[in-house]
Structure formats: structure tokens, C-alpha cells
């Protein structure tokens, strides 16, 4: 699942919803507990996590601007990919404004 490329993270309750959802959709054996509950349990979710520590990563959320998360579109997306063609830039010239500590959203103290 590619989740936070589009901004959005699921909850440790929301992966367990899904799992189930998807166990059940599929006809894959599954618990009676899971049945019952509607969700995966919780000692599958912490034995999911310790087979996949490697690959996965639980993060806090953070803010991302209504601005950013519309300006990530196809149309953008070609323009840059267009204009980094167009002006045969070295990969030594881009820059990722991350990167140098600026940030354009505003955090509470």
C-alpha cells in the first residue's frame, strides 16, 4: 500500500479493520475472535509488525498545507518533469526545499 503518498497514514485500529476486511472479502480462514470483532486481533498486528519491521514505519502524523497536498497533481507533475527536461538541468542542481530546514507550515508552540 502506497498510503503516504497520497498524505494519508492509517491507525494501528484502521490496518486491523482492513486486514479482516480483506481476509473476509478473500474467504481466508481467519480466527472466530476476528469474526466476532469485525477486526484482526491485536497480537496478529504486533506479529505482522515484528515479520515486517524492516519495511514498515509507524510515524506521527504531520502537517501537510491544503496548498501542497492540491498543488501535487498530474498537470504540476508534468510541468516539472517537462521543465527538468526542457532546461537539461545536472542532478547536482535540484533541490529538494525540504532539505534545507525551511518549512512553510505553521506548527503550535
Known amino acids: 500500500m502506497e498510503a ?3 498524505y494519508y ?3 494501528l485500529r484502521e490496518v486491523r479493520n482492513l486486514t479482516y476486511e480483506v481476509a473476509f472479502a478473500n474467504n481466508i480462514l481467519i480466527p472466530e475472535s476476528w469474526t466476532s470483532a469485525k477486526t484482526a486481533g ?3 498486528l504486533k506479529a505482522f ?3 515486517h519491521n524492516d519495511k514498515l514505519s509507524l510515524r506521527n502524523s ?3 498545507s491544503l496548498n501542497r497536498a492540491q498543488a501535487f497533481n498530474k498537470t504540476n507533475v508534468n510541468t516539472f518533469f517537462d521543465n527538468l527536461e526542457k532546461h537539461k538541468f545536472r ?4 533541490w529538494n526545499i525540504d532539505e534545507t530546514g525551511c518549512s512553510t507550515v505553521q506548527t503550535p508552540l
Open 4 to 6: 503516504s503518498s497520497i
Open 42 to 44: 491485536e497480537d496478529w
Open 49 to 51: 509488525r515484528q515479520c
Open 62 to 64: 504531520e502537517a501537510t
Open 9 to 11: 497514514g492509517l491507525t
Open 91 to 94: 542532478p547536482e542542481c535540484i
